[in-house]
């Protein structure tokens, strides 16, 4: 059963590149009258909290495991989640910091709180993950106003609910004909290699254009954002390519990002 509209969620993982600012813009975007939703560049998970009322089932995906793990603990037990974050906060310092981030651990809920933990006070809100899979995240000192997040664990739980969530690449998806996929890969020039092992490269884009072609053959309608630069608009000629600006504040100056938003309809 659906959730209203009107009970929607914040993420609880903090995401470099989520779209909260823009969740209102995509939205605009979206058909109406579609079956199933998919988002196999999960992330933050932003639009999905936004969205999911529309849809008649959800499926998340993502290649990051231990983002994965982090959404089906918090859908199946966000209590035990919330209290070993309490441990976290209570010990919370640099040295404290880099004991976590090197501990590894196969617990479920210890991975969650880890990862919530050391996204929400990493430098500059980046996780770093090396080529063998560990953690290069670094410490931030940062000091943010609240880390009480219990409330929206128990909200994210219950709008998980009947969500299918899987750590797959985005190409093993299988949308039908009149369901939506949401793209949000890693963009184009970022510069950065973020959350996974290895680099989203210019390879990666051509792959992931070929397979929104494919489900453009399916009758899927799809939905993709990145980089506004000459190759991602010369690798989609025949979509539909619309630009929007995000405007964002850093110390003393204001600036303004252009992204674009691809459909094929």
């Known amino acids: 059963m659906n959730l209203p509209a009107s009970n929607k969620p914040q993420p609880f ?21 579609l079956n199933n939703y998919y988002e196999p560049f999960l992330g933050g998970g932003a639009l999905f909290f936004q969205v999911k009322h529309m849809f008649n089932q959800c499926f998340l995906s993502d290649i990051n495991l231990d983002l994965v793990t982090s959404y089906n603990s918090v859908k199946k037990d966000p209590a035990t989640v919330s209290s070993l974050l309490k441990d976290h906060k209570e010990n919370h310092s640099k040295e404290y910091y880099y004991q976590v981030r090197d501990n590894n651990t196969n617990d479920p809920s210890k991975i969650t709180a880890r990862f919530i933990y050391l996204t929400r006070y990493a430098f500059k809100g980046i996780y770093r993950i090396k080529k063998d899979g560990k953690a290069a995240v670094s410490f931030s000192s940062k000091k943010h106003k609240s880390f009480d997040i219990d409330q929206r664990l128990q909200q994210c739980s219950s709008f998980l609910a009947n969500t299918s969530i899987y750590a797959i690449d985005f190409s093993f998806i299988e949308p039908k004909a009149n369901d939506f996929v949401y793209f949000d890969p890693p963009y184009h ?22 397979f929104a072609k494919e489900l453009n ?28 600006d995000i405007k964002y504040s850093i110390p003393q100056q204001r600036k303004i990002s252009y992204e674009v938003i691809i459909t094929n309809y």
């Open 217 to 244: 053959n399916k009758g899927v309608k799809t939905m993709i954002s990145n980089s506004d630069t000459p190759f991602i608009r010369d690798l989609y000629q025949g979509f539909n390519i619309r630009t929007v």
């Open 189 to 210: 020039q970022s510069g950065e290699r973020f959350y996974t092992k290895s680099p989203f490269d210019e390879n990666e884009q051509i792959r992931l254009r070929d």
């Open 13 to 33: 993982l903090q995401w470099v590149g989520g779209k909260r600012k823009i969740a209102n813009k995509l939205i605009e975007h979206i058909p109406s009258g």
